[in-house]
């Protein structure tokens, strides 16, 4: 597994990708052909500081955790896009928004793609941010016409929160709906809320090691499920 991390910033880092190697000779035999065809081979994750590790270190970010666990490893290539402070509007520590993650890492061999956030588009009109959602989506099914999108809202970390917070929710939620894009929201599923202590660092913000493996599970469910309904006969 390789891991490659774009230029640090003096306070922030991100990862440009992380691959998985694949079988070494004498490993058991592969799935029948029709489950290999099924089975994702690269998923591009696209988010912000909550996706890179920041906080932690990049070797323990949630999509890095993915690419080492036993379900995908040697099978799968995840790339994590992610910079911090981006999201769809909000411009990172490189100049990067969610848009400019898509264009530079999603390619047509993709087969899923996971934009995670984000609380960086906390103040933007929601005009602006359901255009800019709706045009990265978009976005990422040209790159990829096969490609499976994921969206996932931000994160709360409180059964209550803030109304800005619920806006950005609310755009992101509506682009993915115009775009028949899998909505996933992390508040309404009260995703860290009430494990707060465990799972998130210092600055309130970020998670812990702990946090990390705890999104790192609730993705790869998501893609589980996702590859299962498409397996049925």
């Known amino acids: 597994m390789g891991i490659s991390i774009r230029p640090p910033s003096l306070r922030r880092f991100a990862v440009a990708g992380v691959s ?8 058991s ?13 690269r998923i591009v994750v696209v988010g912000d500081s909550l996706s890179t590790g920041y906080g932690t270190s990049p070797q323990r970010a949630w999509p890095a955790l993915l690419s080492a666990d036993a379900h995908f490893r040697g099978s799968v290539n995840i790339v994590n896009a992610a910079e911090n402070g981006s999201g769809y509007l909000s411009q990172g520590d ?10 530079t890492f999603v390619t047509p061999d993709t087969d899923i793609v996971v934009l995670f956030g984000s609380e960086n588009d906390i103040g933007y009109t929601p005009h602006a941010l359901h255009d800019a959602a709706t045009a990265t989506i978009n976005a990422a099914r040209e790159a990829a016409p096969k490609a499976r999108v994921i969206v996932i809202g931000p994160p709360s970390y409180t059964p209550e929160p803030e109304p800005e917070r619920l806006d950005v929710r609310q755009e992101i939620q509506a682009a993915a709906r115009d775009t028949d894009a899998q909505f996933v929201d992390p508040i309404s599923e009260f995703w860290i809320s009430g494990q707060v202590d465990e799972l998130i660092g210092p600055d309130g913000d970020h998670p812990t090691e ?24």
Request: aromatic share 8%; with cysteine.
């Open 210 to 233: 702990a946090g990390q493996r705890y999104l790192c599970e609730h993705v790869r469910r998501l893609i589980d499920t996702q590859t299962a309904a498409e397996n049925r006969p």
């Open 20 to 27: 998985v190697l694949a079988l070494t000779a004498g490993a």
């Open 29 to 41: 035999a592969p799935p029948p052909p029709a489950m290999v065809s099924a089975w994702p081979t």
């Open 94 to 103: 490189f100049d990067g928004t969610f848009g400019t993650q898509v264009s």
